[in-house]
T-cell receptor, first 122, second 109 residues
């Protein structure tokens, strides 16, 4: 299995531009998570999906952030317009969770993280 | 509110044993994870505790006391490659997992 795939790995953009980050979860996983990591705030959960449905987006910082999961194998996180304070590493993670978020299968409760996208907004 | 506390940094010597502590106060508890994250890389899963007690996995062990809201990760026979950040994370219920800020471990020769 290729693991969680994220693209691009690095993104440098100017303030005000739209940024789209992409994620392909591990095949068969039904839960997907978007995180942001900075030195100051650590790893923050932005939003998560279960069976392609957004369950909790309370971690999304502002309306400038939006996420979609049109099918089981693809998700996007969009920032429009981007600002310098959005500079961070954005991780996507996937997991296999049953109803109510309980573990499904053996050793499937942990989250598998993608390599991350390092975003720099100038 | 949700609160997970762990030391910011620790230093230990190659071959020694180090214990990284984590205390948590969360609304709901459905298990505690430890992840390892090397600089510039993604977090990777180390251990999961949902019942009180010690779980051993090779050189790494993890302990949980739910009544005290406390866990620790024990690393034995430290190697230089163990230099990394160690993240304590609590599954609060449902699908949500909250991460601590991480403990940066420096292993010196």
């Amino acid at each position: 299995d290729a693991g969680v795939i994220q693209s691009p790995r690095h993104e440098v953009t100017e303030m005000g531009q739209e940024v789209t980050l992409r994620c392909k979860p591990i095949s068969g996983h039904n839960s997907l998570f978007w995180y942001r990591q900075t030195m100051m705030r650590g790893l923050e959960l932005l939003i998560y999906f279960n069976n392609n449905v957004p369950i909790d987006d309370s971690g999304m910082p502002e309306d400038r952030f939006s996420a979609k999961m049109p099918n089981a194998s693809f998700s996007t996180l969009k920032i429009q317009p981007s600002e310098p304070r959005d500079s961070a590493v954005y991780f996507c993670a996937s997991s296999l969770l049953g109803a109510r978020g309980l573990a499904g299968g053996s050793s499937s409760y942990e989250q598998y993280f993608g390599p991350g996208t390092r975003l720099t907004v100038t | 509110g949700q609160n997970i506390d762990q030391p910011t940094e620790m230093t230990a010597t190659e071959g020694a044993i180090v214990q990284i502590n984590c205390t948590y106060q969360t609304s709901g508890f459905n298990g505690l994870f430890w992840y390892q994250q090397h600089a510039g890389e993604a977090p990777t899963f180390l251990s999961y505790n949902v019942l009180d007690g010690l779980e051993e996995k090779g050189r790494f062990s993890s302990f949980l006391s739910r009544s005290k809201g406390y866990s620790y990760l024990l690393l034995k026979e430290l190697q230089m490659k163990d230099s990394a950040s160690y993240l304590c994370a609590v599954k609060t219920g449902g699908f949500k997992t909250i991460f601590g800020a991480g403990t940066r471990l420096f292993v010196k020769a």
